[in-house]
C-alpha cells in the first residue's frame, strides 16, 4: 500500500466575489504540475456560489462530470434539452462526449450554494452525451458506504452511471465507529475526501476537507474520531 495526505490548506484557491473555489488539482488559473490528476480523476473543485450567479453556458467534451451539492442547489441546462435543479441530497451526471453545452447557476437568488464538481476521463471519446441525476439517503444508511455512482457494465440500477471503470461512494459515519473499504476493481486506486469530521487512516489523522489517496491495496480501515461525512472515489490509475 502507496498512500499520501493532501492537505486542504494546499490546494489552488480562486476569489471571484460571485465564486470562491478549491481546487484539488491544476484547474483554470491554478496549475501544480504535481497535482494536474489522480490517475483518471481530473478534477475536485470544492465550490461556494453566490447567491443568483452562477457558470452560464459554455462548452465540453469527452469527460465524465459529476456534480454533489453540499449546501442548497442548482438549476441545469444543456444543449440536449434537459432543465433540472440539483440539490442537496442529490447528485447530478453529465457525460460531455462528443460534445454539450451547459449551464448551473445558484438555484437561489439570494442563499449560497456549495458544491463539489468532480470530472473523471471516460473509458471511450465521442460517446453520445447524457445527463442523469439521482437522490439518496444518507441519513438512512448511516455508518455504510452508499455507491453513488459506478460504471454502466457494473451498475445494479440504485446508482447513477458513468462511462469509466470508477465508482463514487458517500456515507455518514458516528464518531467512535470503524468501516473497511474494499477495493472494487483491482489494481484502481482511491482518492477519498473528508467533508466533514475527523479519520484516522494507517494511524494519520485526516480532517475536514483534507483528501488522502491510496494505491496498491485490496482494502483498508477508516477509523472515525469526529461525526464524518466521506466521500471515496475510486478510479483507474492508468490511460487505456
Request: charged share 20%; glycine share 8%.
Amino acid at each position: 500500500m502507496r498512500h499520501r495526505i493532501f492537505p486542504k490548506n494546499k490546494r489552488g484557491t480562486a476569489n471571484y466575489n460571485w465564486l470562491k473555489a478549491n481546487f484539488s488539482f491544476s484547474f483554470g488559473n491554478y496549475y501544480n504540475p504535481d497535482m494536474v490528476q489522480f490517475g483518471m480523476l481530473r478534477v475536485l473543485n470544492d465550490d461556494t456560489i453566490a447567491g443568483g450567479t452562477g457558470f452560464g453556458t459554455h462548452p465540453h467534451e469527452n469527460m465524465e462530470i459529476i456534480t454533489i451539492p453540499l449546501e442548497g442547489g442548482l438549476t441545469h441546462r444543456d444543449s440536449m434539452g434537459n432543465e433540472a435543479t440539483v440539490k442537496f441530497g442529490e447528485v447530478q451526471v453529465m457525460s460531455a462526449g462528443t460534445g454539450i453545452q451547459h449551464s448551473e447557476m445558484n438555484a437561489s437568488e439570494t442563499d449560497q450554494a456549495k458544491t463539489l464538481q468532480i470530472w473523471i476521463f471516460p473509458e471511450e471519446d465521442n460517446v453520445t452525451p447524457r445527463y442523469d441525476q439521482k437522490g439518496f439517503d444518507l441519513e438512512k444508511n448511516k455508518n455504510a458506504f452508499v455507491t453513488v455512482v459506478s460504471p454502466q457494465d457494473k451498475n445494479d440500477g440504485n446508482a447513477l452511471w458513468i462511462h469509466q471503470q470508477a465508482f463514487l461512494n458517500l456515507g455518514i459515519f458516528d464518531a467512535g465507529t470503524t468501516t473497511t473499504y474494499n477495493l472494487k476493481i483491482p489494481e484502481n486506486g482511491v482518492y477519498l475526501f473528508l467533508i466533514e469530521g475527523e479519520i484516522e487512516i494507517n494511524n494519520e489523522t485526516i480532517r475536514e476537507r483534507d483528501a488522502y489517496g491510496i494505491v496498491e491495496f485490496e482494502s483498508f480501515d477508516i477509523k472515525v474520531n469526529k461525526q464524518a461525512k466521506i466521500l471515496v472515489i475510486e478510479v483507474p490509475m492508468k490511460f487505456n
